[in-house]
Structures are given as C-alpha cells and as structure tokens.
C-alpha cells in the first residue's frame, strides 16, 4: 500500500520568509496530492492540491509542486504570516482507494 | 467546518468501558470516515462508510465499530476501551471517492482513556 513520508516534522521561520515541506509516497499509481492545515484545537483544512497531470499549482502566497518521476511533492509558502503557524499535512491517493496522509509539519511563523 | 459536528468533543473513560462517538453532517455528502490522530502518525482511517448501512474497514480497525442508520449520522463505537485508543478522533465527509473529491474534516474528539 501507499506509504507517504513528510519532511521536516518542525520547521521556525521568521515572519516574511518562505517556507517549504516536502513529502514523498511509495506508489507510483498515486495520483491526487492534497494538503491541509491544521490549526490549534481544529480539523484539517484544505488549503491547495495538485492532481498528476499538472507540474505546479499556485494560490497567492501558496504553491505546490509536483515530480512524479522522484515521486515527490512540495508545499511552498511565500511571505509567512504569524497566522500561517499550524500543523501541514500532506496526503496521497490512487483513484478509488482511501486517502494516505504524512506525519504533519509543525510551522512556526516568528515575528 | 463544512456543516460536520462532532460529540462529544472532550472525554475521559475508564479501560473495559465502552465508548460512542458521533458525527453529525447537514452536507447530505454520501461518504463518510472516522479517523484517529496520534502524534508522529498523522492522521490514520478507522472505518468509512459509503451509504447507509454500507461501511468498510480502514488501516487501523481493530477495536472499533462504526454504524450508520441515518446518511446524516456516523458512529464510531469503542466497545470496551483500552488506554492505546487514547486519540483524537476526527470525522470527514465527501461526496464521493473519486480521486478528485475533498474530504471535509469535522472539529474533532478528545478521548482519553484511563
């Protein structure tokens, strides 16, 4: 089955620089990549995903980019906000099958 | 959090009783999930069901049970809990399984158990 590993666990920025996580899968028929925030005594979130025909997607200050070839998949948050600290989590799925999600990264936003 | 409750959203049991959890959905979404949270797990699937009465097993359902009677309504059964089920258990919802669905996550439930 899928198996989906998160790179770094924690992660300090100051205010205003970028931030990146990583995540890597085992299976190669994955095809759907979201992430999803989660702040402090909540659910996750969705904040962007990405599907296996496209190479990078982008939302304001938030990206994602896909290599399906290395099998790896990254969050990039430009201009970090105090309100951009929260726990990110990463998830891979293969048509049909149930989602796959990381470990999490706790970001920390520095003023 | 997308029309989804979940209740209790705190408790504290004892090891041998038994626990239900509810969620609650006013999305009228077709596919429903129970999942737990552990720190250095992320989050793990228990069970999901994709219509009433028509449920299935996830990764880690061993200790579980899960019935929907009603498409608005997912319950998640501990039948005499133990102290490794300690978690926070989240329920989501989707329309559908296709790959280019979302899962819509309720606000969570803290369960320790004693």
């Known amino acids: 089955g899928e198996n989906v590993e998160q790179h770094p666990s924690t992660l300090s920025v100051q205010e205003g620089d970028s931030a990146v996580i990583k995540c890597t899968y085992s299976?190669?028929?994955?095809?759907?990549f979201p992430w999803y925030k989660q702040e402090l005594g909540k659910g996750p979130q969705l904040i962007i995903d990405i599907r296996s025909n496209v190479g990078e997607k982008k939302d304001q200050r938030i990206a994602v980019t896909l290599n399906k070839t290395a099998k790896h998949f990254s969050l990039h948050i430009t201009e970090t906000q105090p309100e951009d600290s929260a726990v990110y989590f990463c998830a891979a799925i293969n048509y049909g099958q149930n989602f796959v999600f990381g470990p999490g990264t706790r970001l920390s936003v520095l003023p | 959090d997308a029309g989804i409750t979940q209740s209790p959203r705190h408790k504290v049991t004892e090891t041998g009783t038994p626990v239900t959890l509810r969620c609650h959905q006013t999305?009228?979404?077709?596919?429903m999930y129970w999942y737990r949270q552990d720190p250095g797990h992320g989050l793990r699937l228990i069970h999901y069901?994709?219509?009433?009465?028509?449920?299935d097993k996830g990764e880690v359902s061993d200790g579980y049970s899960v019935s929907r009677s009603k498409t608005e309504d997912f319950l998640l059964t501990l039948e005499s809990a133990t102290s490794s089920q300690t978690s926070v258990y989240f329920c989501a919802i989707s329309e559908s399984t296709s790959y280019t669905d979302t899962q819509y996550f309720g606000p969570g439930t803290r369960l320790t158990v004693l």
């Open positions: 999305e009228n979404h077709r596919y």
């Open positions: 299976d190669s028929a994955s095809n759907y």
């Open positions: 069901s994709y219509g009433v009465k028509d449920t």
